[in-house]
């Protein structure tokens, strides 16, 4: 039968690279959560890459992206994209517009083509085939994929209605690994001449870019019949912006154990809470200004309950800042691990019921704390991870109300300025005074080329700690 002439499938082509190897589930989800939030669901994801160097490309190819199109870093979509689809697993990603997934499904179509033997003399190819929703599209992607093909001996063709028809099939006469194509021209094509032309026998790869627009422009059906034609243990990609539920319902019957893929570009903190941020270089100085914030803060607010959290980074800190603030006549109700559970819960009891209540604690006791009065945080030892950052600031903003997250960040917390850029949003940092703006960016520079160059990472936790499960941060947004 036809079946059993199908040649075996090679789709894993990647390798983990050691670097990656080493990298704990922890180090995984920070790393994740630092570029632009990538989401994951479907089993035995790979890891994200953030380097080129980490995909075991061609000379030539790492030549083509860092020397002519001079692509310095991976875009979020394709640090996880790239590595999950070249372990042969069917991928859907989602990521917006303009952040590069055309190089993300191209790269590794590419790749496993000069994995396979090549197209015999009576087979037409394709074995790669992209489906896009327009002309246009189409066209673009096909500029694109001759980059990736150039010099490999890889064709590439792109067929849309519209266009030269005869030129079209005396191309593909000649064989052609790669089609790119509207889903009703290649239909065409199919059934031209009872399907001698071009037969899917070889089709081992499949793309549908833009797949959203696909399904709006009505092309659901012909998307079907195409996919009845080709081999069941195709590898399946769908590209898209956006994932309505028609596509879902579509991907989930057509793709294979899928990893999704969502690239969250919205912002990891809820709108209802403004981040602010003071740099401070001494010690002291950072403690007088909190002082001067809490009295004010009493003053204004007599008479309502505008309860406030105060997060320190250690057991030994909660109690000093205790003392020195009862010290200053201001009471607060310190809670963390070392205090016997009975203590914690009383403390905890009475933060509550006091109006304008001030609770001192350490970020891991905070954990699913939902009191709706908090009004404002203060991260008086500045976040160390984003995930740690993400869940402290969710301490405020409950539900509807609003709340203000204000860290202090001291000159050389390199790793804390660089998380508040990569949290606040547009309007927080250009509300922030110049100078400490300034600081906060040269601060944010300084870490992130050293993460670059692996001079600092990104560490879990307050002495380790971080959190156990990415659930707990959107628990954490709630
Ligand atoms: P999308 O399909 O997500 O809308 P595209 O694949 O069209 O985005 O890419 C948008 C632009 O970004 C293109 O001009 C592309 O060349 C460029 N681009 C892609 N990957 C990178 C990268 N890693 N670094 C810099 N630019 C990139
Ligand atoms: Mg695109």
């Known amino acids: 039968s036809k079946v059993l002439n199908l040649i075996t499938l090679n789709k894993c082509l990647y390798r983990e690279p050691n670097d990656l190897g080493l990298m704990s589930e922890k180090d995984v989800e920070e ?63 989602i990521s917006k517009t303009g952040s590069g997934k055309t190089v993300a499904f191209l790269l590794p179509l590419v790749r496993q083509i000069k994995a396979q033997p090549p197209l015999a003399p009576d087979e037409t190819g394709p074995i790669g085939l992209i489906l896009t929703p327009t002309r246009e599209l189409a066209v673009q992607i096909q500029e694109e994929a001759l980059k990736f093909c150039k010099g ?64 709006d422009l009505g092309f659901g059906p012909q998307v079907n019949q195409i996919m009845g034609c080709i081999r069941p243990d195709k590898q399946c990609v769908l590209f898209s912006a956006t994932f309505p539920s028609k596509l879902k319902h579509f991907a989930s019957r057509t793709l294979k154990n899928p990893i999704q893929i969502t690239i969250n570009s919205k912002s990891l903190i809820n709108e209802n809470i403004q981040q602010r ?80 209540g001030i609770l001192i604690c350490t970020e891991v006791l905070s954990r699913g704390l939902n009191v709706p009065e908090v009004s404002l945080v203060i991260i008086y030892n ?60 040269e601060m944010n520079d300084e870490f992130s080329s050293g993460l670059k160059t692996g001079k600092y990472r990104l560490i879990q936790g307050f002495g380790g700690k971080g959190l156990d499960h990415l659930d707990e941060l959107n628990e954490a947004k709630q």
């Open 31 to 93: 790393l994740r959560l630092s570029l632009d939030n990538i989401k994951i669901s479907g089993k035995d994801c790979p890891k994200p890459v953030t380097k080129w160097s980490q995909l075991g490309l061609s000379s030539e190819i790492m030549d083509l992206i860092s020397n002519e199109l001079q692509f310095v870093t991976l875009t979020p979509i394709q640090c996880q994209a790239i590595p999950a689809i070249m372990s042969g697993r069917d991928v859907i990603g």
């Open 152 to 215: 490999s001996g890889i064709s590439s063709i792109c067929c849309v209605g519209g266009s030269e028809l005869k030129q079209q099939i005396n191309e593909l006469k000649r064989g052609v690994d790669i089609i790119v194509a509207t889903p009703g021209r290649f239909i065409d094509l199919m059934t031209l001449n009872s399907g001698h032309l071009l037969s899917p026998t070889r089709i081992s790869f499949v793309v549908m870019d833009e797949a959203d627009r696909l399904f």
């Open 277 to 356: 941020v003071q740099i401070f270089d001494e010690e002291h100085v950072k403690f007088e200004f909190l002082l001067k914030r809490l009295s004010d803060r009493l003053a204004l607010h007599r008479g309502e309950d505008e309860k406030t959290i105060i997060f320190v980074g250690s057991q030994q800190l909660c109690d000093l800042l205790y003392d020195e603030l009862l010290l200053n006549g201001i009471t607060t109700f310190p809670i963390h691990a070392g205090k016997p559970s009975a203590e914690r819960l009383r403390n905890l009891q009475k933060f509550k019921e006091t109006d304008n």
């Open 382 to 441: 500045a976040a160390k991870t984003i995930a740690q950052y993400v869940h402290t600031v969710g301490r405020t903003g409950r539900g509807t109300n609003n709340g203000v997250a204000l860290s202090f960040v001291m000159v050389d917390e390199l790793a804390s300025a660089y998380i508040l850029v990569k949290c606040m949003k547009e309007n927080e940092l250009s509300s922030v005074p110049m100078v400490v703006y300034q600081k906060l960016k």
